[in-house]
């Protein structure tokens, strides 16, 4: 049987991407093949259990909730996530990765949508960008960039065009903490940009620093 390392599956509200607010049920995955300079889940680059796909889906039933977040980490390191994301779908859930954008997304189902990083130039991988990915990405798919500096917000605004990728969902995120909202939202207003300022959620309902949330 096919097993996953889980670092952590619980429900909380979706913080980010156009489902934010929606309430969510996450199934963290350990381990990232990156290193951003304002990670945030550290704790799951090792931390974690491996657990059969049958079992994190019995844990998934037990929320009673409809969305379910595929998260990491870098969830498709895992070649039993592709399974678990199949599964779910079959059984009724609307699924969700969040991956970061160096992996392909070639083989994800069809019918999850993908929330994909493009990593800008502060996170310090932004080289690692898996360019092709960009011609698997489905119209409901959407594409994040965490912005943490006016270098970041130009490059992300120009990204936009070089890569011709309006068709998506495009949400602009402030690094928490390195970046203040209103700067954010006061750039995006000026250049009238045709993307969704995103907040992090969570960490304003919550402690920033709490878990499982
Ligand atoms: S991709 Fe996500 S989990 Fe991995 S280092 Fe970057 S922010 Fe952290």
Redesign the pocket.
């Known amino acids: 049987m096919e097993r996953i390392k889980v670092n952590e599956i619980f429900k909380s509200i979706q913080g980010e991407s156009s489902f934010a607010g929606r309430v969510c049920v996450f199934v963290r995955v350990a381990g990232?093949?990156?290193?951003?300079s304002?990670?945030?889940?550290?704790y799951?680059y090792e931390e974690g259990k491996f657990l059969e796909i049958e079992e994190i889906l019995k844990k998934i039933k037990k929320f009673k909730c409809n969305l379910v977040s595929v998260t990491?980490?870098?969830p498709l390191l895992e070649k039993g996530v592709y399974k678990l994301m199949e599964k779910l779908v079959k059984s009724g859930k609307q699924v969700l990765l969040e991956t970061?954008g160096s992996v392909s997304i070639k083989d994800v189902d069809k019918k999850a949508v993908i929330v994909m990083?493009i990593?800008c130039p502060s996170?310090g991988?932004d080289k690692k960008f898996l360019q092709e990915n960009l011609k698997y990405l489905k119209p409901s798919d959407e594409i994040k960039f965490v912005i943490g500096n006016r270098k970041d917000y130009l490059w992300a605004k120009k990204a936009i065009k070089t890569f011709g990728i309006l068709k998506h969902k495009i949400l602009f995120s402030p690094a928490f903490e390195s970046l203040k909202p209103t700067a954010l939202a006061e750039w995006i207003i000026k250049d009238n940009l045709e993307i969704r300022f995103n907040l992090q959620l969570h960490k304003y309902i919550w402690n920033p620093s709490r878990r499982g949330v």
């Open positions: 990232c093949n990156l290193r951003c304002y990670c945030d889940t550290k799951a990491g980490g870098e970061n990083d990593k996170s991988e």
